[in-house]
């Protein structure tokens, strides 16, 4: 017999339920959402969409630190004493976010372990996933990095939030992602296409064929 699955943590029902005092907002694709250097006092959860987080040199090179998506947190920065943000988020689609102020999440960490415990282990993976990331752009082709992109943003490995139809996201966005040119992005992406690994209806679906671009030498 296989052992039962541990049932999945709604984030959304648990900020429904227990009553968290925040406030949704809607923002336009490529609307900002906050921008580096802004006061940092509130922690935002994605709702509806996606954000781009990014981060910007002295010289005004821009490098694109992670792509979230809908379930996913982000601005906690803010609970570890930063007083303004290290870098800037984005709409790259139309978005709707759901805002708590730091203190009232404070509050809920400290009062709600259950919540804590699976904030905190959401924290971790998504950490863990930025560092590999790094490491996908130091030592991985320009095509693994872009399959490699696109399983995660269709959350691919993950039972509990299975998304095999992504919202519309630009190529520039992509490229920015993975450290390429947009023209790069749209030969693989073509590439991806023929072979039927990725279509286009009503969005861009993924097939887990794609898998095997990341498992070719």
Request: hydrophobic letters at 45%; glycine letters at 8%; one cysteine or more.
């Amino acid at each position: 017999m296989k052992p039962a699955k541990a049932s999945v943590f709604d984030a959304q029902g648990f900020l429904d339920s227990a009553g968290v005092a925040r406030k949704i907002v809607e923002f336009r694709r490529n609307e900002t959402i906050f921008a580096q250097g802004d006061v940092s006092n509130r922690v935002m959860y994605i709702q509806q969409g996606g954000v781009k987080l990014s981060v910007v040199n002295g010289t005004g090179r821009e490098a694109v630190v992670a792509i979230l998506r809908s379930g996913d947190f982000f601005g906690e920065g803010c609970l570890a004493a930063q007083p303004l943000r290290m870098g800037a988020a984005t709409a790259i689609t139309a978005t709707t976010v759901l805002v708590i102020d730091k203190d009232e999440m404070v509050r809920v960490l400290h009062a709600e372990h259950e919540f804590s415990d699976r904030f905190i282990s959401y924290m971790l993976t998504r950490n863990s996933r930025i560092e590999a990331d790094l490491i996908d752009q130091l030592f991985n082709s320009t095509e693994k990095r872009l399959a490699r992109a696109l399983l995660l943003l269709a959350r691919y490995g993950k039972d509990d939030q299975p998304h095999k139809l992504l919202p519309k996201i630009s190529q520039e966005t992509l490229a920015e992602a993975i450290g390429t040119t947009r023209s790069r992005v749209n030969l693989f992406m073509n590439k991806f296409k023929k072979m039927g690994f990725i279509k286009y209806n009503g969005g861009l679906q993924i097939n887990s064929s794609l898998l095997s671009v990341l498992l070719h030498e």
